[in-house]
């Protein structure tokens, strides 16, 4: 996805000229941080080792310090809707399958399925 695309979607403000242009994915979880990808910091204490695993991009809300003004910084109002905005775009324009599962086949299923093609959401929905 597009770092415009990501700052139009949710309606964000990008606080840095960086260098990146596209980010590979998006995550909120810390052990799925890779180079490329954009990072929701619902825990801002995990940004900078976000940025040190490679993010390309921060989306946050209210205040985080800049540390790297080469990566894209998003801040938004509200991070949760900011995330369901950009969910409900991405879903817009891909076929999909969607399957409700319990946590104990979710856990077989993530095993199971290796294909970049295939996202997981925990949660409540």
Known sequence: MD????????????????????????????????????????NPSCIEEAVRLGAYGVLYEKHAPISDPEIAWICV??????????????????PLALYKLSSLELEIFNKLAKSPSVCTFEGDF
């Open 77 to 94: 109002e509200n991070l949760q809707e900011a995330v369901f905005k950009l969910l409900y775009y991405k879903f817009l324009d891909a």
């Open 3 to 42: 770092v415009c695309e990501v700052v139009a979607v949710t309606r964000g403000v990008l606080k840095t000229e960086p260098f990146v242009r596209t980010f590979t994915h998006a995550t909120d979880k810390l052990n799925r941080v890779k180079k490329g990808s954009l990072f929701a910091a619902f």
